[in-house]
């Protein structure tokens, strides 16, 4: 990978992650750059440099580390919390099953009903309990994601007008087919999983 590919590859993540229209897997992750655009940019020495360490895979999956944890990312905005950013996601993606099973439980010793988690209106308040969790880092993204493979909850919590919720559905629905390309996970495997802690 080169500079100007680097730069490709990060406007082709943002571009998934901010836009509504724009497809990553649609377009294979291409975009159109003007190469003297790039060439004038102040930042492009960054883009050299993280070319010159990370393959075009790895780092796809750096932005997307970074884009899924901070409103506001911009590449080459405190390098090293981002870099720490994209290691504590790779071990809990390596970690996935430990992970899925923990958080599991998690919703569990929150609440022993299981629908309710999903519940939107639940108290008069629009932040289901599982949004909840996931909000004070109880309950992984990873998590929230396969979750909603399964029960396609997100449907119901996009009728909502509350902000944060919308935010959170746009952000899911766009990780989700990074999330399932980079990890073989195995949908029946998790539905066992919570038939188990949800006796």
């Not at 990312?73 to 950013?85: C, E, P, V, W």
Request: with cysteine; aromatic share 18%; charged share 30%.
């Amino acid at each position: 990978m080169n500079g100007i590919e680097a730069y490709t590859t990060y406007l082709a993540v943002r571009n998934h992650f901010k836009t509504k229209s724009y497809d990553y897997f649609k377009y294979n992750g291409k975009i159109k750059v003007n190469e003297n655009s790039y060439r004038t940019r102040r930042d492009n020495y960054q883009f050299e440099k993280i070319a010159r360490i990370m393959s075009r895979d790895k780092f796809s999956e750096y932005l997307v580390a970074n884009f899924i944890t901070e409103d506001n990312y911009l590449f080459g905005m405190s390098q090293g919390r981002a870099m720490m950013t994209h290691k504590k996601w790779r071990k809990a993606l390596e970690s996935f099953s430990y992970q899925f099973k923990e958080d599991i439980k998690t919703m569990y010793e929150y609440d022993s009903d299981f629908n309710l988690h999903f519940d939107c209106m639940r108290d008069g308040v629009m932040h289901p309990t599982l949004f909840k969790l996931y909000l004070r880092e109880k309950v992984h993204i990873n998590t929230c994601v396969v979750l909603n493979k399964l029960l396609n909850y997100t449907e119901i919590w996009k009728q909502q007008e509350e902000k944060m919720l919308k935010d959170f559905t746009f952000v899911l629905d766009k990780y989700t087919p990074f999330l399932y390309s980079y990890n073989n996970i195995d949908n029946n495997k998790c539905k066992q999983v919570i038939l188990e802690v949800f006796k």
